[in-house]
């Protein structure tokens, strides 16, 4: 019920002019209040109260020429005399205020015929066709009348106009409350208050609003709302003339006047008083009739309307309305399980509350749903986040929440969806940085006039609380960005920086937030994006914009041209600061350099960052120093450009030479420091253009001979190789000769290299821990690499998959969650073939222990292989667990079968296999197939006499017994299952809570009373959804969490997450 709106009440202000032609007044039918001027004809306002003798003035006839004018207009807008009203709202609105009148002419003549005719039109809008006779109107009885109309919706008389899809019905709904807007402003000073005409209409009216047909419900409550709008503008209309007359009453009695004119006006204020009284009283009887039982309606666009048109009528007609009779219903549906419902009644508060007026008859009502306005800044839905967030800067404007209340807040600046951050983020440059809500009483200009140093000084005091994380920190300067207009004063920035204001002490922890902030507004200036998007579409700017971002690159560029230097040259030692304020030359013009005779300057900016690159060793550090000097020797200009690449060349001859003095040092015994932070400068290099080292690797090969762990080094380089030459990726494409499969050898090897290094991780020593952690995270850098090349199926799964399998719970547990994303990844794009490959890693598993007892090992060793094996059988036949049993049952079968048919192999060498590996398996199947592989087994040993070797058979005979004895117990469960009672089906039913505080009289029963409950149950399911989720987005979403309790407050962070 969009449409459903009401109709604006600036309809009521009229012109004091005569009739406006129709095609300036009616030509639209959303404009209804095109007829406030025809009601100028006979309706006074607050101008027009009247002469000495009572009289009113302005009421000549128009001459006949405009009548003339009007009737051709009407007819130009399709005005046929025999159209009925619903023909008039479903075609034509722009001939409403016409047939309005026309209705009410028909009504002053005939009253009982016209009354039947509006009632039929009301039934019409419902779809219903139903015959009223104007004879019998009178004795008609309402009830009956609506009831025969339920049952022509039961029997599918009724056509949906409401919810039509057809185009000619698009403005069904604007139009049939612009119609009964018309109505009662053209029936201001008659029959509006006969006391028959409208009584009538809103009985049928609140009558079919509670009728279970949804069609009638959404009419009428279209129709009721709209009926109460219309009554208010009435209302303020009487009350400014009771106003005025009051004022004219007041004066004739100061005159001491007695006679006539006295007496006129006390009858007029008399009669106005009791019109005001009239009206309100038909708004409480729409409200306690319709009102009341339509918030709470199954139907949320119903629901939505109701909500509206409540808030419309507080603002408009707060001497009635703005109570807390009235506003507790805006509090009630904060807790809407509707989204549109909830945004609906936030919408409406903020209107209340940007009145500074009505802040104090909200008293109670804040006390009583603050907490429930700051939980929906979080709420599940973005846009009532985002409403909830203007609706608290309304508060905190009022100085109406405290600063430990909107503690919670302050963790959505780093929440996903960018306009909760950007919301919270205007309110934190409100309330922290301009202090605008705190000034606001006190006279000052929101805190405009206020330097950039205060803010700048404010903004740091926040970024303190994310000292050692920069990208919480980008999070917060890209939320206030857009408000604050200090991060654009680069000039008071780089003073900052510089301590050039004797009064402003920065410590290091403020310096290097202000560097940051610093790089991170540059990028914001020029068009960058400085936290990641929630996509990764291209954006496009327009002429204009593109403009913008060019003038905001000039302007930072003419601020840190003669400065830049200095800052360089104060912080190059500072590996904190570094990395970003040389990133900021890659966002500046560097033309201007030339263009304004700053070549030394520029010249000066190169040396220092050559000099930081090799100042430093860290990975941000020197990427950062190589961007700007690429970017420098492309666009630069003319000599500048070759000046830089000179400098590239002799970085690069540089690098070369302290690499090979590098490499003599470590040969002769030194210290390899040196070396390894070279060659981080190398690599960082080559990433970017190429360098030849054609001359180092005699000197890297003759150190790598000498290195013990090189194969670890060899498993991943290979992995990783063959994963980027993988055969499928280039077939069929020019680069095919590029594709590589290494065939089964290759992988032999690869793998034996593999297990050799896992169980040099095995025998580690606990002793040295250091040591320990290595060889674990070698270990697992050597499963993953092994793991990937079967996940990205670049190698055949035959082979190589069975055996990492295999190896499940022989290495602890991060081997096992390993292998865990493994079973994953497999049953997306491979399911099929995980029973063949889960059967063959049983296979070597039990293998491994065979040898080990052929082998004559210790029985310790035998045991261990063992007991592997039966773990291993366990842990697999795990991940058909729960839902996953009859999902793949046809998968569990196939293991079971291949299984026995194995261990029945040389019978009964093997026979050994049925405990430790199939017998895991079996646990998971149901009875029926349970006694189906039970005769498969009997039937294997029927010809052979197993009491010649009893100890070789002794498996069999355990496998079989437990068979029989899980069939049995599984067969007796049955029959209990049977003999009970039979157990009601679906969700066990909610607890009713029978205790309860209601905020308000009267309030006895509505939708926010289960709310809670809903809730709870919500997050019940949401927590029974992540149990079923993969392993890997357990992980991510713990991260998260723990991300996020990084900087949340501890009372704080189980209350702000509590709606999502």
Excluded at 142 to 171: I, M, P, R, T, Y
Excluded at 245 to 269: F, I, M, Y
Excluded at 610 to 631: M, N, P, Y
Excluded at 815 to 825: D, G, N, R, V
Aim: contains cysteine.
């Amino acid at each position: 019920m969009e449409h459903a709106a009401v109709v604006s009440e600036t309809s009521v202000r009229r012109s004091k002019r005569g009739r406006p032609p129709l095609a300036a007044s009616d030509v639209g039918p959303s404009k209804s209040s095109g007829s406030a001027g025809e009601k100028a004809d006979h309706s006074p306002t607050d101008g027009d109260q009247g002469s000495g003798d009572g009289s009113y003035d302005g009421l000549d006839d128009p001459a006949p020429k405009a009548k003339r004018k009007r009737g051709a207009a009407i007819r130009a807008a399709g005005w046929k005399e025999d159209q009925s009203l619903i023909d008039i709202i479903k075609h034509n609105g722009r001939v409403i205020n016409h047939a309005v009148k026309k209705w009410v002419e028909r009504y002053e003549g005939d009253p009982k015929s016209a009354m039947v005719e509006i009632l039929l039109f009301l039934f019409e809008a419902c779809g219903a066709k139903y015959q009223l006779e104007a004879v019998s109107f009178d004795e008609t009885d309402v009830d009956d009348v609506v009831v025969s109309l339920v049952e022509l919706a039961k029997n599918g008389e009724v056509e949906d106009h409401f919810n039509s899809k057809q185009k000619e019905l698009k403005s069904f709904k604007e139009n049939l409350a612009s119609f009964w807007d018309n109505l009662v402003l053209e029936c201001q000073n008659g029959p509006l208050f006969d006391k028959v005409l409208f009584e009538k209409c809103m009985d049928y009216v609140i009558a079919l609003s509670c009728t279970p047909p949804r069609v009638y419900r959404q009419v009428a409550s279209l129709v009721g709302l709209q009926l109460v709008t219309s009554f208010i503008n009435i209302a303020k209309i009487l009350s400014g003339q009771r106003e005025t007359t009051q004022r004219q009453l007041n004066a004739e009695k100061k005159k001491q006047n007695e006679g006539p004119r006295l007496e006129s006006l006390n009858k007029r204020l008399s009669l106005t008083h009791e019109k005001i009284t009239a009206t309100e009283e038909m708004m409480r009887k729409i409200f306690t009739g319709l009102f009341m039982h339509r918030y709470r309606d199954v139907d949320p666009e119903i629901r939505m309307s109701c909500i509206r048109s409540l808030g419309i009528w507080i603002l408009s007609y707060p001497s009635l309305f703005l109570q807390d009779l009235y506003l507790k219903y805006l509090g009630w549906t904060l807790n809407d399980k509707s989204a549109g419902v909830r945004k609906a009644s936030i919408l409406a508060l903020q209107n209340l509350y940007e009145v500074d007026d009505n802040v104090p008859s909200l008293g109670l009502f804040t006390e009583r749903f603050c907490n429930r306005m700051i939980e929906l800044a979080d709420d599940i839905d973005i846009s009532v986040a985002v409403s909830a967030i203007g609706l608290l800067k309304q508060l905190l404007r009022h100085q109406l929440l405290t600063d430990d209340e909107l503690g919670p807040l302050y963790d959505l600046l780093i929440d996903e969806p960018p306009l909760i951050r950007r919301a919270i983020g205007e309110l934190v440059y409100d309330h922290l940085i301009a202090q605008k809500i705190k000034n606001s009483h006190s006279g000052r200009k929101d805190g405009e006039n206020e330097s950039s140093e205060v803010h700048l000084g404010r903004m740091l005091q926040i970024l303190r609380e994310f000292p050692d994380d920069p990208i919480l920190s980008a999070y917060v300067i890209d939320d206030v960005w857009d408000d604050m207009k200090a991060m654009k004063d680069w000039k008071c920035i780089i003073s900052m920086l510089l301590d050039e204001n004797p009064l402003i002490e920065l410590t290091d922890v403020d310096a290097t937030n202000l560097v940051r902030l610093l790089y991170a507004s540059a990028r914001k200036a020029v068009g960058e994006k400085i936290v990641p998007a929630t996509d990764n579409r291209k954006q496009y700017y327009t002429k204009a914009q593109k403009e913008a971002l060019e003038n905001s690159r000039r302007e930072i560029t003419a601020a840190m041209m003669k400065s830049y230097p200095q800052l360089l040259h104060k912080y190059i030692s500072d590996k904190a600061k570094v990395s970003p304020l040389v990133e900021i030359m890659g966002l500046l013009k560097l033309e201007l350099y030339s263009l304004k005779r700053q070549e030394q300057n520029f010249k000066t900016i190169l040396e220092l960052i050559v000099d930081a690159f090799f100042k430093h060793g860290e990975k941000d550090t020197l990427r950062s120093c190589i961007k700007v000097l690429t970017f420098c020797s492309t666009d630069s200009q003319a000599d500048l450009q070759d000046y830089v690449q000179n400098k590239l060349k002799d970085l690069e001859s540089d690098i070369i030479i302290k690499l090979k003095a590098a490499m003599k040092e470590v040969e002769m015994g030194g210290d390899e420091y040196s070396l390894l932070v070279n060659l981080k400068r190398l690599y960082e290099l080559q990433l970017t253009k190429f360098v030849s080292i054609d001359g180092l690797y005699e000197d890297m090969a003759s150190i790598l001979r000498d290195l013990s762990d090189i194969d670890n080094e060899v498993c991943v380089i290979l992995a990783e190789i063959w994963c980027l030459f993988k055969k499928s990726k280039y077939s069929s494409t020019r680069l095919d000769g590029l594709g590589y499969s290494p065939n089964l050898p290759s992988i032999q090897n690869f793998w034996k290299l593999s297990e050799k290094l896992l169980k040099i991780s095995d025998e580690t020593e606990d002793e040295d821990a250091n040591e320990e952690y290595i060889e674990e995270t070698n270990r697992d850098a050597v499963m993953i690499a092994a793991a990937k090349l079967v996940a990205t199926h670049t190698v055949s799964k035959d082979y190589l998959a069975p055996e990492i399998f295999s190896h499940f719970v022989m290495h602890g547990t991060s081997i096992s969650e390993i292998l865990k994303h493994l079973i994953t990844a497999l049953r997306k794009t491979a399911n099929d073939e995980i029973p063949t490959i889960f059967l063959e890693a049983l296979k070597r598993s039990y293998k491994r222990h065979t040898v080990d007892l052929s082998s004559g090992s210790t029985e310790s060793l035998a045991s261990k292989s063992y007991s592997d094996c039966k773990e291993l059988a366990s842990r697999l036949s795990a991940t058909f667990t729960g839902a996953a049993r009859n999902k793949h049952k046809s998968e569990i079968l196939n293991v079971v079968k291949d299984g026995i048919s194995y261990a029945f192999l040389e019978a009964p060498k093997h026979l050994s296999f049925l405990e430790a590996a199939v017998l895991p398996f079996v646990s998971k199947l149901p009875t029926s197939d349970i006694l189906e592989i039970l005769k498969d087994v009997q039937k294997r040993s029927e010809s052979v006499n197993i009491d010649e070797d009893p100890s070789g058979w002794r498996p069999y005979s355990m496998f079989v017994d437990h068979l029989q004895e899980k069939y049995a117990k599984n067969e007796g469960l049955q029959d209990e299952k049977e003999g009970n009672v039979v157990r009601r089906r679906g969700r066990p039913r909610k607890a009713i809570n029978l205790e309860g505080k209601k905020l308000f009289d009267g309030h006895e029963s509505s939708e926010e009373d289960s709310i809670s409950d809903s809730d709870q149950n919500d997050q019940e399911e949401d927590d029974d959804e992540e149990a079923d989720q993969p392993l890997i987005h357990t992980f991510r979403a713990s991260a998260s969490k723990l991300r996020s309790m990084r900087i949340a407050r501890p009372e704080s962070t189980e209350t702000a997450k509590n709606n999502r």
